[in-house]
């Protein structure tokens, strides 16, 4: 997907000024935020459980060559076959030769940030290879031709009138209204391709290190007929997603429904291992991993490791008030919300996300419900740095920085600079005790008056205060 | 033997800027509270602007001149979460590889408290003498809230202002929307959620709101009185010293016939 990052305060822009997408953004507020709120304090362990989760992520990271080894020794074990991909492009080639092989036509996919990270339909449909999205929102989304826009729901943007008429508009018949009704015939088409895929494409939730088994969290089954019904399963993860046991995977579960949806625990987690074994009933005759590393692996050992904990929950998109504000596509890539101000630099390079990591109040609010406890304020702060020292950010921003650093270094000047300030401004707005415009200040008084200085300095009163003896 | 503690009042660019008063009602609270307050006099600002526009040299630089200027006192106290949790919190992560600063910065910042956390759970004080008839609602500014944890004192010592009546507005804890130069980067996103922290404080039916962090205040303020509210915008620490002689943030006083 090209990213439009560069362009978030346009996006944002004229995603203020759609009605429709800031009703869908309400349902965020009241839906999955308070869901989260009422799941977080009905665990009384729930904040220990979050410091358990970010240790045991801590741990693996600090052993990733070992665990990674020992998973994949694992899958093999169990018939599974391993491939590793350096980047976005080597993952693709990856996945379209195994469906070459595999003789496929349609693919049916259940939800993966990886697939979207790398590009992975528009690539397959380019190779005449048919991807069929099984997740509700990602199917609503494939069939409007709009990347997520949002990590848990990618379709939250839309309200379910809009789903009616595109539903209406593919599907033919009827224009469905009610939302059972609307579930009810996307079930329909997709049943049919599901039976007719040769090719079943997943994402993970977990790997296990200790049993070589993926895991999986739907709210729709989708995933278990994505991987159970076609002949060759592919799964396509990433090598941050390792856990070690299957105990501490389901730790990283009870946090990651609750912080997602609220729920205790997702409709469908499914544990697989291995392809089908004599003896199985059902399940792919083939079983393929593809494990992307596209740059993670120097995120270990750098200012952004911390990242890498990250079990895309979305809890940090729904509590961020830029977010909601501003919705998922203004971010222009794959991930957003308060994680994407942090990934999308990593992945896009940062010369096309600057403004992501600035667009934040810092207000803390994503690190305070962070089910892994990511610093992501501290996080899009180093990516700020990062623009300094590179002088990414825009000369007048730098040389206004530079000359206040100056001034507030020396106290004398500082003295004399603030009482210059504050007479010009009691010039400006004094009477009125606020001013409607300031020079160099239309960012805040195009929509706020600017309250006007009291008098001279606190300093200033305070000297003279006290030169009166009291 | 004097047993009253011997405490810097770090003032904040804004309140040294815009607001004096706010400045005022906290030396007035620490002498109540018992405390020797001083003013010293080479402070500046706490390089919360630097930190956070990614020039770290120069907030690194500006953390050893704060540090060194503070440590000599027994408290420092500011009016303001986001610059006390510059001090207690950031301080001792900027300096935190130095061995020379490392300890020094680490000493100021477990000294180093927001106004009124410090009243209550340092100074312990229970009661404020201060009257102020209405219903008043209070944002939680989130660097005092999410940094420093304050919550309740604020709302402890409202509770014992003479006729004050303290409702709850709506998402007392969301963004107010102003986040240092992020209201002149982003002003659409800005105005967008000061605009619902207004609706909040219109629902809430409170005729002031009180924070205990200039800038979110000059922000609901200057947006408040853009839209002809007539909702007063006060620090807290006025409220609480009982020092309302002077308008409320935005207003020149003349306002009331």
Redesign the interface.
């Known amino acids: 997907m090209q990213p439009t990052s560069h362009a978030f ?1 346009q996006n ?2 004229e995603a ?1 000024e759609n009605p429709v997408l800031q009703e869908a953004l309400g349902g965020i507020r009241t839906g999955w935020q308070a869901a989260r709120g009422r799941a977080a304090g009905a665990l009384p362990e729930f904040e220990q459980l979050r410091d358990t989760g970010r240790d045991i992520k801590n741990h693996v990271l600090a052993h990733l060559d070992l665990y990674l080894e020992a998973f994949t020794a694992k899958v093999e074990e169990a018939g599974g076959k391993v491939h590793w991909a350096r980047d976005a492009a080597e993952a693709r080639t990856i996945v379209l030769e195994l469906c070459r092989e595999a003789d496929a036509r349609t693919v049916t996919k259940s939800k993966s940030m990886i697939a979207e990270e790398i590009g992975l339909n528009p690539w397959l449909e380019a190779n005449d290879v048919k991807p069929v999205e099984t997740d509700l929102g990602e199917y609503i989304i494939q069939l409007a031709g709009q990347p997520p826009s949002h990590l848990v729901g990618p379709a939250v943007h839309m309200t379910k009138d809009e789903v009616s008429d595109l539903f209406h508009k593919h599907h033919g018949g009827e224009r469905l209204e009610e939302g059972g009704a609307l579930v009810g015939e996307a079930r329909r088409v997709l049943r049919q391709r599901y039976l007719e895929a040769d090719v079943g494409i997943t994402g993970a939730n977990f790997l296990v290190a200790e049993t070589g088994s993926i895991i999986t969290v739907t709210n729709e089954g989708n995933a278990e007929l994505t991987q159970g019904l076609p002949r060759t399963h592919i799964c396509i993860t990433s090598i941050e997603k390792i856990v070690p046991t299957m105990e501490d995977a389901f730790t990283l579960l009870r946090l990651l429904a609750r912080s997602a949806t609220g729920q205790e625990f997702s409709a469908y987690t499914t544990v697989m291992t291995g392809p089908k074994r004599e003896e199985d009933l059902d399940g792919p005759r083939e079983f393929h991993l593809v494990l992307l590393d596209n740059g993670r692996s120097k995120m270990v050992g750098s200012a952004f490791q911390e990242m890498l904990r990250c079990i895309r929950c979305g809890a940090c998109m729904n509590h961020c ?2 977010y909601l ?2 919705g998922g596509h203004a971010y222009g890539w794959v991930y957003v919300g308060p994680m994407g101000s942090v990934l999308t630099p990593q992945f896009v390079g940062i010369e096309e996300a600057h403004p992501l990591p ?8 994503c ?2 419900v962070c089910p892994v406890r990511i610093p992501l304020p501290k996080l899009m ?1 180093h ?7 590179r002088q990414l ?1 825009p000369p007048a ?1 730098r040389y206004g ?1 530079a000359l ?2 100056f ?5 004398r000047l ?1 003295r004399l600079a ?1 009482g210059m ?2 007479g010009a401004m009691r010039l400006l707005g ?5 001013m ?1 415009r300031l020079p160099l ?1 239309g ?2 008084t ?14 200033q ?3 003279k205060r006290r030169g009166a003896g009291s | 033997m004097n047993t009253s503690p011997r405490v810097a009042l770090f003032v904040t660019c804004l309140v040294d800027l815009f607001r004096p008063s706010v400045g005022f009602a906290a030396v007035k609270l620490l002498e109540r509270a018992g405390c020797q307050v001083e003013v010293p006099e080479a402070q500046t600002c706490c390089g919360q602007p630097a930190f956070n526009s990614g020039d770290r040299a120069t907030a690194t630089e500006m953390a050893r001149r704060a540090v060194a200027l503070l440590e000599p006192y027994d408290h420092v106290v500011v009016p303001s979460g986001s610059c006390a949790g510059m001090l207690r919190v950031h301080y001792p992560e900027l300096l935190g590889e130095d061995p020379e600063w490392a300890d020094r910065a680490r000493a100021v910042a477990e000294r180093c408290h927001e106004l009124v956390s410090f009243l209550v759970d340092v100074m312990k004080v229970e009661d404020v003498e201060a009257v102020l008839e209405g219903r008043v609602t209070y944002h939680d500014s989130c660097s005092g809230l999410r940094e420093l944890k304050i919550r309740h004192q604020p709302r402890r010592l409202l509770e014992t202002v003479e006729g004050l009546e303290l409702v709850e507005m709506d998402d007392s804890e969301v963004c107010c929307g102003f986040g240092g130069t992020f209201c002149v980067k982003y002003p659409e996103i800005s105005t967008r959620m000061v605009d619902e922290k207004v609706a909040a404080i219109d629902r809430s039916g409170a005729g002031t709101v009180l924070a205990g962090d200039l800038g979110c205040l000059m922000n609901m303020a200057g947006r408040l009185k853009r839209l002809g509210s007539a909702v007063e915008v006060r620090h807290v620490a006025e409220v609480l010293a009982g020092e309302l002689d002077a308008p409320s943030i935005g207003e020149s006083g003349s306002r009331e016939a």
Not at chain 1, 383 to 389: A, D, G, L, P
């Open positions: 305060k944002a822009h203020l008030p830029v504000a501003a600035n667009a934040s109040t810092f207000c803390g609010r690190e305070e702060r990516w700020r740095e990062e623009q300094f020292n950010n921003a920085l206040w650093g001034v507030a270094r020396r106290p500082y603030t300030a504050v004094g009477r009125q005790g606020r409607r200040a960012g805040w195009g929509t706020r008056d600017m309250p006007a200085p009291q008098g001279p300095t606190f300093m009163a305070w000297k």
